[in-house]
């Protein structure tokens, strides 16, 4: 069963940081980009940031670009947020998702998603 | 960047009747890169609909996806109670790859 479980949320002050992990089962991880998508209280989607399958390239929302960083660890099966600068409008549910691949081309649209870690900015 | 405008912002429906919802980009999305999500409340968005009119996997034929340009429609032939749900459009064509606000489909 495929399976993608996100940790590392929790409150943290304004100004401050803070690590996400996504870990990944039940697909062959390095073969596909995975992105980060949040959605702040009561509100819609915002697709944060993404990285490709091998790592080198990257995608970031003008929103967070300069204060967050992604990354992957392909032996671990695993995904990384490091959030700095946090801001109040950072506070939002962030979920990972698996890029929709087809033919050798991963797609900025999402297919399978984790249940998300809540990440609180506040003082 | 595009925007996206999805309409109507709630819609109030009966199990059994035909939902119609609509997502209107400010510019045209070439090659239909345009995506259906579901979301139930405390839950994650689940993927319906890509390339405008492909069914993602196990999603039921009732869903149905149309529209090219600007002007795309997520089709619900005929609502089943678990279908109540929000509703967001995605477009994936550019950067920054940004989601419609989302319809609120709720029973009536």
């Known amino acids: 069963e495929m399976q993608l479980v996100e940790s590392g949320g929790g409150l943290v002050q304004p100004g401050g940081s803070l690590r996400l992990s996504c870990v990944a089962s039940?697909?062959?991880?390095?073969?596909?980009?995975i992105h980060w998508v949040r959605q702040a209280p009561g509100k819609g989607l915002e697709y944060v940031s993404a990285?490709?399958?091998?790592?080198?390239?990257?995608y970031y929302a003008n929103s967070v670009k300069g204060r967050f960083t992604i990354s992957r660890d392909n032996s671990k099966n695993t995904l990384y947020l490091q959030m700095g600068s946090l801001r109040a409008e950072d506070m939002a549910v962030y979920y990972c998702a698996r890029a929709y691949c087809s033919g050798g081309t991963c797609y900025h649209l999402h297919d399978y998603w984790g249940q998300g870690t809540l990440v609180t900015v506040s003082s | 960047e595009i925007v996206l405008m999805q309409s109507p912002g709630t819609l109030s429906l009966s199990p059994g009747e035909r939902a119609t919802l609509s997502c209107r980009a400010s510019?045209?999305?070439?090659?239909?890169?345009l995506a259906w999500y579901q979301q139930k409340p405390g839950q994650a968005p689940r993927l319906l609909i890509y390339?405008?009119?492909s069914r993602a996997t196990g999603i039921p034929d009732r869903f149905s996806g149309s529209g090219s340009g600007t002007d795309f429609t997520l089709t619900i032939s005929r609502l089943e109670p678990e279908d109540f749900a929000v509703y967001y459009c995605q477009q994936y064509e550019s950067s920054p790859y940004t989601f419609g606000q989302g319809t609120k489909l709720e029973i009536k």
């Open positions: 990285i490709s399958s091998n790592g080198l390239s990257t």
């Open positions: 039940g697909f062959t991880f390095s073969n596909y980009a």
């Open positions: 390339g405008a009119s």
């Open positions: 510019q045209s999305v070439s090659s239909s890169f």
